[in-house]
T-cell receptor
């Protein structure tokens, strides 16, 4: 299947700082990218959907000013967690697809805010 | 909006036992169905998918799933599990005609004892 690369795999940051997570589709053009958050022992919760060149669509309850999403090209989307707090500690997963096909997942980023 | 329910949250089996994980969805229209697996420390990988045609779908590593439209179900099966099948399993649904955003079930944690 297609490859989606997410970087970094894990990051530890201080409370109040910002963290950027990158999601790249390596061998296909991703017209749509999804960002999920996964809490321990729970399912993937969709945070936002982004289409290349347009603003992301956020799910209800997700603060768009806190979780900044940029989908500047067909192969790259970034999620920036601004002014991170310990409650933002989680596993963030990106997913990418082209057209209305199956989505391919990155390996995830474990964020720990101390 | 569609939703996905996985009834078994934790399953513990011995090697060579048979496996069946339940997945039910709520959506009255056409759906695409997926099972993903997440091995410890790894990213989500697609096990199998159903778009149309034969409702009995065979995937990788000996897994199969059966789509029963009348029951809104897409249960995952494997006749004989191995220790290496220990992982989290997620069922996902995409409702056709909508935004084509995958909706995930809560996941099932499978532990296989050698």
């Amino acid at each position: 299947g297609a490859v989606v690369s997410q970087h970094p795999s894990w990051v530890i940051c201080k409370s109040g700082t910002s963290v950027k997570i990158e999601c790249r589709s390596l061998d296909f053009q991703a017209t749509t990218m999804f960002w999920y958050r996964q809490f321990p022992k729970q399912s993937l919760m969709l945070m936002a959907t982004s289409n290349e060149g347009s603003k992301a669509t956020y799910e209800q309850g997700v603060e768009k000013d806190k979780f900044l999403i940029n989908h500047a090209s067909l192969t790259l989307s970034t999620l920036t967690v601004t002014s991170a707090h310990p409650e933002d500690s989680s596993f963030y997963i990106c997913s990418a697809r082209t057209g209305n096909t199956e989505a391919f997942f990155g390996q995830g980023t474990r964020l720990t805010v101390v | 909006a569609q939703s996905v329910s996985q009834h078994n949250h934790h399953v513990i089996l011995s090697e060579a036992a048979s496996l069946e994980l339940g997945c039910n969805y709520s959506y009255g229209g056409t759906v695409n169905l997926f099972w993903y697996v997440q091995y410890p420390g790894q990213h989500l990988q697609l096990l199998l998918k159903y778009f149309s045609g034969d409702p009995l779908v065979k995937g990788i590593k000996g897994f199969e799933a059966e789509f029963i439209k009348s029951k809104f179900s897409f249960n995952l099966r494997k006749p004989s599990v191995q220790w290496s099948d220990t992982a989290e399993y997620f069922c996902a649904v995409i409702a056709s005609g909508g935004s084509y955003i995958p909706t995930f079930g809560r996941g099932t944690s499978l532990i296989v004892h050698p």
